[in-house]
């Protein structure tokens, strides 16, 4: 278990990053084993992308509180994370738009 400031800090946005490095690879290989994903399945890309944008806002928040309450240099991997989700979910949004 954590036991400082900055480890729970971690701890707690740990589930975030992880999400943000395993979700799209699940969701394309999703996409590749069934037929037209989008047309039959448009929720589960809808979810997808509504949680990377939380997670991207989360993340960024996070890496805000770290670097300027905390004094942590965890905040740089926050925000590169939270950078990564949010393109992520730019690339998700026009995959959206009915065919």
């Not at 290989?29 to 990377?52: C, E, G, K, Q």
């Not at 928040?61 to 965890?74: D, T």
Request: with cysteine.
């Amino acid at each position: 278990m954590p036991t400082t400031k900055q480890e729970w800090g971690r701890f707690v946005i740990f589930p975030f990053k992880a999400y943000i490095i395993v979700a799209f690879p699940c969701f394309l290989l999703f996409d590749h084993t069934h037929d037209s994903l989008l047309s039959r399945y448009a929720n589960t890309a809808d979810t997808v992308a509504i949680a990377y944008l939380i997670s991207g806002i989360l993340l960024i928040i996070a890496g805000m509180i770290q670097k300027f309450v905390l004094k942590s240099r965890a905040a740089s991997s926050s925000f590169v994370f939270a950078g990564i989700a949010v393109f992520i979910c730019l690339v998700l949004i026009p995959m959206l738009a009915p065919l």
